[in-house]
């Protein structure tokens, strides 16, 4: 008898929960008034025995350094808090596009971070028939900055299983 997929309920818990560990890390020049260019990426945090692991895309985190090298004056931020995204990676990955980087108990909560527990289950599982998967991001097309200092990052979020 073939698998039914999660219910619209389901895929949208999935969806919501997903939009939590979702976080943005960003980056903007000081000394540029508002509204400016902000450039961002997300992640997401997970916990293990020995500590915190941020994890976001290579591409991101070369994305500031490339931005960092043209502009001294940027500051990069981990949601509100300003973040030392340099001194915090740990590795990266170009192949599998995986970037790393340490978080402290103290940083997840100066962002009210949600975190991903790992301990005990790792590594994950294969993925399977039928098993849900979900992903979360801030596209640019829907981001806003404005004269005010703030910055809206509208986020997309989708729920769906796999048919392999």
Avoid at 150 to 156: G, H, K, L, T
Wanted: aromatic residues 10%.
């Amino acid at each position: 008898m073939p698998l039914e997929p999660p219910s619209i309920e389901v895929q949208n818990e999935i969806a919501d929960f997903t939009l939590a560990v979702c976080t943005p890390v960003y980056w903007h020049d000081r000394k540029v008034p508002f509204p400016k260019e902000v450039e961002r990426g997300s992640c997401f945090v997970l916990r293990f025995d020995n500590g915190l692991v941020g994890v976001t895309a290579a591409h991101v985190f070369q994305a500031y350094e490339d931005a960092r090298r043209a502009n001294r004056n940027l500051v990069c931020q981990l949601r509100w808090m300003e973040f030392d995204f340099r001194d915090a990676i740990i590795t990266t990955n170009t192949d599998l596009d995986i970037a790393t980087f340490r978080l402290f108990e103290t940083e997840l909560a100066a962002i009210d971070g949600t975190v991903i527990d790992c301990r005990g289950s790792w590594p994950p599982p294969v993925a399977t028939t039928m098993q849900a998967m979900s992903l979360a991001g801030f596209p640019e097309v829907m981001r806003l900055t404005f004269p005010d200092r703030s910055c809206v990052f509208r986020a997309y979020a989708l729920s769906l299983a796999l048919k392999m």
